[in-house]
């Protein structure tokens, strides 16, 4: 385990989250914290290359931390990204690719082909983390994107529909009870 990488990639994804010019508030430090949580709990039950899952979960959303434009395409940018970085440390090619591939292929709004497990554990991790990441989805609907209560519930909700639905079929049935568990969390009354 390439642990002088992951150590510079949590420090380095701690301070992006907390410059100014990070429109996702501070908060996206959760996420992808979970993200990395939840990866490595998958890469277990997958048999994922670890490090791997590891690498490409601290990385996964890193374009659109730094710069908000790149939102759109940001798991492109951050495949090229994760390229420039891990050719710092010089890590080997083949890994880098898979974690490029991880990279590229996390997102579950865009439907891609996930062709390894290691793609499969980020993908499910990103939307596992929201399950546990609900202040930080609180935070987006009502301080970010200034909903007003209901329509606020309603996005969050939503997210963790969506996201449970992006789900492989194996994770699904893993994730299950934490995701009923979340829901119960928002229902009022």
Sequence with gaps: ?????LD?????????????SNTFGEGIYGHVASVVKNGWILAKQYG???????????LHDIA?????????MHHIHGAEMARDILSRFDYDEDKLCLVQ???????????????????????DADAASHFSSIP?????????????????????????????R???PKSQAFYSQTYQNALEFLTVG
Aim: with cysteine; charged share 25%; glycine share 6%.
């Design 1 to 5: 385990m390439r642990t002088d990488i």
């Design 8 to 20: 510079y990639l949590e420090g380095e994804l701690y301070a992006r989250c907390h410059m100014p």
């Design 48 to 58: 994922a290359d670890k490090e791997v899952v590891q690498i490409a979960a601290w």
């Design 64 to 72: 659109s931390i730094t710069d908000a434009s790149l939102y759109e």
């Design 101 to 123: 591939a991880c990279i590229r292929n996390h997102r579950g709004s865009v439907r891609l082909e996930k062709n390894s497990v290691e793609e499969i554990c980020v993908a």
């Design 136 to 164: 930080s989805l609180l935070y987006l609907a009502y301080g970010t994107r200034q909903m007003g209560l209901e329509e606020g519930l309603q996005f969050v909700k939503g997210k963790l529909e969506r996201s449970f």
């Design 166 to 168: 992006k789900m492989s």
